[in-house]
């Protein structure tokens, strides 16, 4: 093989890693229940935006982003915004059920565990906010709390 022709095949092999290195992965799939027994399911939810939020109810900085949330749910869900809060309280609705009886949340609120954090890569801090596509890929993932403002440009931008 001629040098140019190898370097021409490690540019192209170079090319394709790059490229795969950029593509959304797919959201993990779940299925979890409300406070009032309905069920969440992240795949049922394709061809919607969907905001899944890794939340606490102890969590100062999860309760400060959340009527920023509601309020860009609010205003986008008729174009297609879903918001999936999941609560990794320990105490499981044990804990989520008083809070949310004292904060109406407008988009469902779930309960998750260890394995549906891992299965999103791990969740070092709360929150964490990952925007899943139309297509169901991942697209952003935000560890920290969003002002209102970012968040509604995040969700604009995948709508």
């Not at 049922?44 to 900085?61: E, M």
């Amino acid at each position: 093989m001629k040098p140019v022709h190898i370097i021409a095949a490690v540019l192209l092999v170079v090319g394709v890693a790059v490229s795969a290195a950029f593509a959304a992965d797919p959201a993990p799939n779940f299925s979890l229940t409300t406070a009032e027994g309905k069920t969440v399911e992240l795949k049922k939810l394709a061809g919607k935006v969907v905001v899944v939020n890794f939340w606490a109810t102890w969590c100062g900085p999860c309760r400060r982003e959340i009527p920023g949330m509601m309020n860009v749910y609010e205003k986008y869900k008729a174009k297609g915004l879903e918001i999936v809060g999941i609560s990794l309280d320990r105490g499981g609705w044990k804990d989520v059920k008083p809070y949310l009886a004292k904060n109406k949340i407008s988009y469902p609120i779930v309960i998750g565990d260890q394995a549906l954090t891992e299965q999103y890569g791990g969740i070092e801090a709360i929150p964490t906010t990952f925007i899943v596509d139309r297509k169901g890929n991942i697209v952003a993932k935000h560890v920290g709390s969003v002002t209102e403002e970012e968040f509604e440009k995040a969700v604009k931008d995948v709508l």
